[in-house]
C-alpha cells in the first residue's frame, strides 16, 4: 500500500520568515516514524521557497513551486524555472491548479508540457483537475475530468510517478466540502481509467476545504490517497491534525 500524502498549498501567503517559522515548527511536533506511512508535501509561494529548502533540507518533507514555466531557461521576465528549483532541493510540483487555470488561463498544452518536463527532470508532478459547480449541475463532471485529465497526460511516460489531485472547483477555498459519495464516484472512476491507460505508479489525492474534521472520513474512501490542503494547511496544528488522523 503506498503512503498518505498529506499537501500544503500555501498560495499567496507566507513570509520566508512565517515559512521557516512553520518548518521549525512542524519539525519539532511530528514524529520521525509519521514518515514511514505518510508523505509531506510543501508548496509555499516562491519566494519564500528557499526559507523553506533550508529548513527542510535534512528532513523527509518533500517541498517545490506552485507553478512553473514551460521551458527551462531563457527570456521569460517574471517566470519561474523548475530547474531553478530543483536546483535549491524541489522534488515536486503543483500542476494545472483551478486557480492558475481560471486567473491566468493555463491552457492544456502548456499543463502537458510541465508534465513532461517534471517527469523528465525526475520531478514528480501532483496535477490538479476538477470540475466547476455548473459542470456538476449540468452533469458534467466525468466528461471534464476525463477530458482535463486525457489533455494533460498526453504521451505522457505510464511508468513515471503521477500524483492526482481531484479538486472540484466548488469546495475549493469555499468552506463547501464533496460529500463522500461524491468523492468515492470520481476516484474510483479515475482510478479505473489510470489503469486501464497503464499507469503503474500513481495516487489521487482530494482538495477542497480539507479541515480536521471532515477528513477522517474522506481518508476512509477508497483510492483517497491523501489530500491537497489549502487555507488549513497555513497553521502547523490545524494541518498536523489532518496528518494524524
Ligand atoms: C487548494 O488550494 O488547492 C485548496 C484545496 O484550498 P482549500 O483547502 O482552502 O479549499
Redesign the pocket.
Known sequence: MSKKIFAA?W?MHKTPQQAAEFAKNFLTKVKDDFFNHNEVMIFPQNFSLAAIATEFKNSKVQYGPQQIHTELKGAFTGENSLELAQAIGAQICLIG???RRQFFHEDHTAINKKVKLCLEKNITPIL?FGETLEDRQSNQTFDVCFKQLDEALTNIDTSKRLVL?Y?PVW?????Q?ATSDQVKEVHEKVFQKMQSSSFKNFQILY?????ADNAKELIGIPHVDG???????LEVDSFLRICYL
Open positions: 498549498n498560495k491548479h483551478s486557480e490538479c489531485a479538486e469546495a475549493i477555498g469555499t468552506g466540502v482538495g477542497g476545504s480539507v479541515k489530500f491537497l490542503i489549502g487555507g488549513a494547511s
